[in-house]
């Protein structure tokens, strides 16, 4: 018995590390190391024009999945509808905030001289089934893609920089992840400690 746990253990080290590496971020143009002098940073978030999974309207995913827990339990859906965008502030910018100006010593500002937004651009809400047994394919972790913009903060329209996030994995140790926004919620974690690190 403790033979397959370890077997399920280091399935599931593997395919985090292997997720985990996938993630690439890339200066697209400009400079971004003009934020290395400044003591604090702006960060805003948009979700414009989102593809989800196999969706490349997000609102045709929210329908779906809706719908879907409807039939199965009524109000459900609903009350899923309405976690999707409302955990957009309560979970994923929190802790992509929180990693970034953890990495990066620096402080939040709305006056700061740079605003980041972070755009996101896809989700792979990822799963978790059956305990979340690699080796059964019981579980994907969450994937976003993001364009990242520093612009002034006072001249929204000068462009600094722009960034590319790509593959940022979203999954937690333990397998425990079965919520979707838990998942999703560390995809942004991710990104704003690797941001950081890449930028500083």
Do not use: C
Not at 89 to 96: G, T, V
């Amino acid at each position: 018995m403790k033979s397959i746990t370890k077997i399920f253990v280091l399935a599931g080290m593997v395919a985090f590390s292997m997720s985990a590496n996938a993630q690439k971020i890339k200066t697209v143009e400009g400079d971004p190391s003009v934020l290395k002098n400044e003591s604090n940073i702006n960060i805003e978030f948009t979700y414009d024009n989102i593809s989800v999974g196999k969706f490349d309207n997000e609102k045709d995913y929210i329908k779906k999945k809706t719908d879907e827990y409807n039939a199965k339990d009524p109000g459900r859906g609903d009350i899923w509808a309405k976690n999707w965008i409302n955990d957009r502030q309560a979970r994923y910018e929190p802790k992509f905030t929180d990693l970034y100006i953890i990495t990066s010593h620096k402080t939040l500002s709305k006056d700061a001289k740079y605003t980041m937004i972070f755009k996101t651009l896809s989700i792979e809400p990822g799963y978790n089934v059956a305990g979340g047994m690699v080796a059964f394919g019981g579980r994907k972790n969450a994937e976003i893609d993001a364009e990242v913009w520093i612009v002034e903060t006072a001249n929204r329209s000068n462009k600094v920089a722009v960034l590319s996030v790509t593959n940022a994995p979203g999954g937690t140790w333990g397998g425990y992840d079965y919520d979707t926004g838990t998942r999703i919620a560390e995809s942004y974690a991710i990104s704003g400690k690797k941001l950081a690190k890449y930028i500083y």
